[in-house]
Structures are given as C-alpha cells and as structure tokens.
C-alpha cells in the first residue's frame, strides 16, 4: 500500500468460525502483520487460521466468566469495551463489523474505513417476536429499552467512520437506511477450491447454516416433515439441541462439519434449500460452486448471487407453504440447470477477485485520505 501506513484490525469478536471469520482470513492475508483488536477470542476454534499468527488483542470483556460462550448476553457492554482500544498507535483502521466494531475511537489523522457485514440486526432490523424467542416474553420489555439504547449509541458511532463499504448491495441500501452514510460495494470472498460437482449426485437436500433464529432453519425442517423428502442439515448454534429434537426420521441433523465434508455433500446434493434474509450468503454461492441448484427464499443478499430459473430457485414468501411449493416444483423438474453455468456464477465471487478489489480500494482511499490531510482539508 502507498506509503505504507501501520494497520489495525478491528473485529466484533472471534468465538466460532463462519462465513464471516473466513472473510477476516482474507483481509488478515491482504495486510500482512496488521494486529487484530476484538472483543472476545477463543483461540482454540482459530487453529490452522491465518488468525491465529496474528497478535490478537482483546477487551476487558474477554476476562468475564462466560462471555465467550454467552456473549450475546453481554452486548450493553460492547460500546463501552470497543471505545477501550487503545488505537493511537496505527495510521489506517480497518473494521469488520456487524455489531459494534466500527465504534471504535480513533483521530482526525487517522483513516477508518469499515467494511460492513449488516448495521447489527438485532437492533435495526429484527422484529419484536425474534426478540421474544431470544430473551422470553418477561424480559422483552428490558430488553426492547437495551436495543432503543443501543440503536442511539450506534447510529453515533457509524457518524464516526471515514469511509463505508458493504458486502452486498442489499448491506449499502441498509447503510444508508440506518445511518445515512453511503457505501461502495465489494462482494466477500468465497474459497471456491473445495467446491465442486460430483458424480453421481443423488436424492438428498442440503442446507448449510448456523442455527441461530433468523436462520429460519425450523422452517425449512417443518416443511421437509409434509414433504417427507431427504434434508441433511449441517452447522451447529443455539437452536440445534431444539431443532433436532424435533425433527421427523426424514432429516438428519449432523452438526459442524469440516469443509471437505462440506464440500463432499454440496457436490452429491440434489439441490440446497435456504430460507434467511440473508445480507450475502457464502453458503449459497459454494453450493452453486458444487453444481448444486439453490433453493432460496428471494430477499436479501441472494437475489446478488443466484441467477432465477438459471442457477437456483426463489420463493416469494419466507412461509413453510412458499418453500414447499417451490420444492415441489424443483422435484418435478419444472426447471433444468447447467452445471457449467452455476459454477460459472460462483467464478464472480472468487477469493482472488476480492484481495484485488480490496488492495485497490484500501490503497485509493488511503491515497485520497493522506492527500487531504497534508492539505488540511476536510475528509
């Protein structure tokens, strides 16, 4: 990067490993050295990971009995431990955020540029009866105050970034809803060297996603027990104790799995079925990459990164009746797909498409930035 500014990284916090940390991975091999500022960590999950040879800084939270494990319940906490980063030391800030990560505090003379996975759902965008599974009907009142709270905080902090980029355009459009701050858009990476088609495939869906309530994974099992059709469920969160539980004889929940086993079922799948409103969705585009048709339900990130009719199917309501109908539909074989033309689609968003992108992007706005500062204008 011109001039080579000394870096920091910023991240919520690092306790499992999803789409979202393999983002990080990327960003941690584009700059090369950049120390990383985060809430939480537990090490153990990062083994192997490009995260684990950096220096990782952590919070005062970090120190707290279960906030590793039940850090959801620490939030009224989190603006308060991320404006704690000493940061005086580092030129560029570069956050990764989809809580409070671009709250951290920083100089005029120093360029923060976040690069946003979603303004934190469960204040902005979650409606009051997720609020209620999450914390129980008692509580929801509190809680609904907490969040009026935090959105406060949270709209201030976003005041404070230099520079907004979005995963999705789906992202900049709530950027701007919530924030009013642009954004340019650069698409995450997805590691598409796993991913492949495989033969023969065979009768089984497939859904991939950690079991968190907006996940909406309980739909799609509720649907799978009127179709009584093959599901294979894959990742673990808090709801799978509860799901799995009760799921019929024609679903199997199998828990985290490593990528080459990920891999190995998205390459044999008859099709993958998804049911979030999702900001991006990486688990969609390494099915596609696998020659697998997605089933989706079309809002969000997904009308970004499936093709309709061409490499997957959206239903039109996030309903057990609409998710159904189109799997009826796809069963039939209303509608055929190319292999070739889905891995094609998943080629757009490579991993190597994006360190390009976003070495260029880092470096033009750091430009920019240096250029105004020596200038003494305003950025």
């Given at each position: 990067m011109a001039d080579r500014p000394r870096v920091a990284i910023v991240y919520d916090w690092l306790t499992s490993l999803g789409g979202a940390e393999r983002v990080l991975d990327a960003v941690v091999e584009l700059l090369p050295g950049a120390p990383i500022y985060?809430?939480?960590?537990?090490?153990?999950?990062?083994?192997?990971?490009?995260?684990?040879?950096?220096?990782?800084?952590?919070?005062?939270?970090?120190?707290?009995?279960?906030?590793r494990t039940h850090y959801r319940a620490f939030l009224p906490l989190m603006p308060w431990a991320i404006e704690r980063f000493d940061l005086r030391d580092y030129d560029l800030i570069l956050s990764l955020s989809h809580a409070v990560a671009h709250g951290v505090l920083h100089r005029p003379d120093q360029l923060h540029i976040s690069y946003t996975s979603t303004p934190a759902r469960y204040a902005w965008s979650q409606p009051e009866?997720?609020?209620?599974?999450?914390?129980?009907?008692?509580?929801?009142?509190?809680?609904?105050?907490?969040?009026?709270?935090?959105?406060?905080?949270?709209?201030?902090?976003?005041?404070?970034?230099?520079?907004?980029?979005?995963?999705?355009?789906?992202?900049?459009?709530?950027?701007?809803?919530?924030?009013?701050?642009?954004?340019?858009?650069?698409?995450?990476?997805?590691?598409?060297?796993?991913?492949?088609?495989?033969?023969?495939?065979?009768?089984?869906?497939?859904?991939?996603?950690?079991l968190v309530p907006y996940k909406r994974v309980g739909l799609i099992t509720e649907a799978f027990a009127r179709l009584r059709l093959p599901l294979v469920v894959i990742g673990d969160?808090?709801?799978?104790?509860?799901?799995?539980?009760?799921?019929?004889?024609?679903?199997?929940?199998?828990?985290?799995?490593?990528?080459?086993?990920?891999?190995?079922?998205?390459?044999?799948?008859?099709?993958?079925?998804?049911?979030?409103?999702?900001?991006?969705?990486?688990?969609?585009v390494e099915a596609q990459a696998s020659g697998c048709p997605v089933i989706a339900f079309g809002s969000g990130g997904v009308l970004e990164t499936v093709i309709p009719e061409k490499t997957g199917m959206l239903y039109p309501e996030q309903t057990v009746e609409s998710l159904i109908a189109a799997v009826e539909r796809f069963d039939k074989g209303e509608v055929s797909f190319d292999v070739?033309?889905?891995?094609?689609?998943?080629?757009?968003?490579?991993?190597?498409?994006?360190?390009?992108?976003?070495?260029?992007?880092?470096?033009?706005?750091?430009?920019?930035?240096?250029?105004?500062n020596g200038s003494g204008a305003d950025t």
């Amino acid at each position: 990067m011109a001039d080579r500014p000394r870096v920091a990284i910023v991240y919520d916090w690092l306790t499992s490993l999803g789409g979202a940390e393999r983002v990080l991975d990327a960003v941690v091999e584009l700059l090369p050295g950049a120390p990383i500022y985060t809430l939480l960590y537990r090490k153990e999950v990062f083994r192997g990971s490009l995260v684990a040879e950096r220096a990782v800084h952590t919070s005062s939270l970090d120190r707290l009995p279960l906030a590793r494990t039940h850090y959801r319940a620490f939030l009224p906490l989190m603006p308060w431990a991320i404006e704690r980063f000493d940061l005086r030391d580092y030129d560029l800030i570069l956050s990764l955020s989809h809580a409070v990560a671009h709250g951290v505090l920083h100089r005029p003379d120093q360029l923060h540029i976040s690069y946003t996975s979603t303004p934190a759902r469960y204040a902005w965008s979650q409606p009051e009866t997720a609020l209620r599974e999450r914390v129980g009907r008692g509580r929801a009142f509190a809680a609904s105050w907490a969040l009026h709270y935090f959105r406060l905080w949270d709209l201030s902090a976003a005041q404070r970034v230099d520079r907004f980029v979005a995963i999705s355009h789906w992202v900049r459009r709530n950027v701007w809803r919530y924030y009013r701050r642009r954004a340019q858009v650069v698409y995450p990476p997805v590691d598409l060297a796993l991913y492949r088609p495989l033969a023969p495939r065979g009768e089984t869906y497939v859904t991939v996603s950690r079991l968190v309530p907006y996940k909406r994974v309980g739909l799609i099992t509720e649907a799978f027990a009127r179709l009584r059709l093959p599901l294979v469920v894959i990742g673990d969160g808090p709801e799978h104790r509860r799901l799995a539980e009760r799921a019929p004889p024609n679903v199997r929940f199998l828990g985290w799995q490593p990528d080459e086993a990920v891999a190995e079922l998205l390459g044999r799948a008859k099709a993958f079925v998804y049911a979030a409103e999702e900001d991006f969705g990486i688990a969609p585009v390494e099915a596609q990459a696998s020659g697998c048709p997605v089933i989706a339900f079309g809002s969000g990130g997904v009308l970004e990164t499936v093709i309709p009719e061409k490499t997957g199917m959206l239903y039109p309501e996030q309903t057990v009746e609409s998710l159904i109908a189109a799997v009826e539909r796809f069963d039939k074989g209303e509608v055929s797909f190319d292999v070739a033309e889905l891995r094609r689609n998943a080629e757009r968003f490579r991993r190597e498409s994006f360190l390009g992108e976003f070495r260029a992007l880092l470096e033009r706005e750091w430009l920019r930035f240096s250029e105004r500062n020596g200038s003494g204008a305003d950025t």
